[in-house]
Structure formats: C-alpha cells, structure tokens
C-alpha cells in the first residue's frame, strides 16, 4: 500500500495541477492513456485491514527493500498477505478494471 501510495503522490505531484485529470482527461491530442487517474477501488476499512496485515506480517517477518532494482521501495509482497491477496483476486483486480473500462470508453470485460 505504501508503495501505492508514494507511486500516487509522485504522479499526482507531476500534474500542472497536483490532482487527477477528469475522466477521459489527457492533455489536448494525447491519447487516453496519457492522463493519471486515481480511483477510489477500496473502502477505508479495507485499507485499514490491508494495512494491518502487512504491518502485523512485516512486524513478525521483516519488510523487504531489495525486490525492485530501478526504484527501490520497503514492502510486502502481497503473496504474503492472505487476505489482502484474496480480496485482489475476487474484487480489487475487477473495480480497477471497471473503472478504467469507463473512463476508456470500452465495454464488456477483459478475458
């Protein structure tokens, strides 16, 4: 979630404005996915578990700094998080797609 969280700031901070571009939002003559998004995809009680977990695992085990060469980062692998790994693949994998889906103007889902 950090991770996340810092790639988030880091593209908010690189628009003119500091904030997400509205729906279907790229700059005059670039393609829609040029623009940033950000989308509500989880409840605050879900982050909150999200984050207990990973702090409770990384408290107990350790948080891993040497998984990403190009930008180094202090995380979890979320195979390590059973929880937060279910909710990705029963839910969070599916908002995202819908909202990137609409925002895209397609329709139907992927696979």
Known sequence: RAQRLAAR???QAELPDRRSRPAGGAAEGEPPMMAVRTVDV???EECEAAVAEAEAWGATNGW?????IAFPTVDVPIANLPKLQRL???SLFARIEHAQREVLG???AAG
């Not at 891993?64 to 990403?68: I, L």
């Open 88 to 90: 990705w693949k029963e």
């Open 42 to 44: 989880m409840s605050a």
């Open 9 to 11: 700031a880091y593209c």
């Open 64 to 68: 891993t700094t040497d998984r990403h």
């Open 106 to 108: 397609l329709s139907g």
